[in-house]
């Protein structure tokens, strides 16, 4: 059976904001941007992909998963460069914590609990 991947599409109201936002307080680093009309970065092994959107709308109803290894050390680095929820226990187990983009969407950072 072939292996699949996926690497998320956000939408991007301003894609020059969105890429400085993910690569000077997220800590990404951006692999490729052609001009306004789409933009990869990349930490780790996550990839997220932008695309221009004029619809705030669209943004603010999208949203990407991400899982951590260490959520506690990622809450650390974020805290204070960006607006951050707190870290919550979920009802499967994981943690999770969560933040908006500034086009608006969600990306939710998930740490899975090991016995």
């Not at 001009?35 to 996550?46: E, F, H, L, P, T």
């Not at 221009?52 to 959520?71: F, L, M, Q, R």
Request: charged content about 20%; overall charge negative; aromatic content about 12%.
């Amino acid at each position: 059976m072939s292996s699949w991947e996926s690497v998320p599409v956000l939408a991007a109201l301003n894609m020059n904001e969105m890429i400085r936002f993910y690569t000077e307080k997220l800590g990404f680093v951006c692999d490729s941007q052609f001009g306004a009309q789409y933009g990869i970065v990349s930490r780790g092994n996550a990839e997220l992909h932008f695309w221009p959107c004029s619809d705030k709308h669209i943004a603010e109803n999208t949203s990407c998963y991400i899982y951590v290894d260490n959520i506690q050390e990622v809450f650390d680095e974020l805290n204070g460069k960006v607006e951050i929820s707190d870290i919550k226990e979920t009802s499967w187990g994981g943690l999770e914590m969560h933040l908006f983009d500034p086009s608006g969407n969600l990306l939710k950072f998930g740490q899975v609990l090991t016995d």
